[in-house]
Nanobody, 126 residues
Framework: QVQLVESGGGFVQAGGSLRLSCAASGRSFSRYNMGWFRQAPGKGREFVAG????????YYVDSVKGRFTISRDNAKNTVYLQMNSLRPEDTGVYYCEAKTSGSIWNVEASRDYDTWGQGTKVTVST
């Protein structure tokens, strides 16, 4: 079973940047579609970005388009989320999620993924 470990969160001022990483265990990482989700205090989990197994296609929630970039390095079993021009509303715990089975992928639905990490906290101050 794949395990995911997120890192790279922290405290940053508005307008700053962070790069999140998600390291996966196991040999089959390159077969998985991956997603980043976030959860702000008192709110539900929200889709942020997703990437197909080869990295050819990426998807974003409208609020991060042009600011965030998802990418992956299958040789390193790692998926990244580069976050630029951060805003206070980007604050939350960011989770990396993997879809390890099934052929139909609803990229924006957290329930469609079957594996996730413990999360990394991002705080953006004004």
């Amino acid at each position: 079973q794949v395990q995911l470990v997120e890192s790279g969160g922290g405290f940053v001022q508005a307008g700053g940047s962070l790069r999140l990483s998600c390291a996966a265990s196991g040999r089959s990482f390159s077969r998985y579609n991956m997603g980043w989700f976030r959860q702000a205090p008192g709110k539900g989990r929200e889709f942020v970005a997703g990437i197909t197994w080869r990295g050819r296609n990426a998807y974003y929630v409208d609020s991060v388009k042009g600011r965030f970039t998802i990418s992956r390095d299958n040789a390193k079993n790692t998926v990244y989320l580069q976050m630029n021009s951060l805003r206070p509303e980007d604050t939350g715990v960011y989770y990396c999620e993997a879809k390890t089975s099934g052929s139909i992928w609803n990229v924006e639905a957290s329930r469609d993924y079957d594996t996730w990490g413990q999360g990394t906290k991002v705080t953006v101050s004004t």
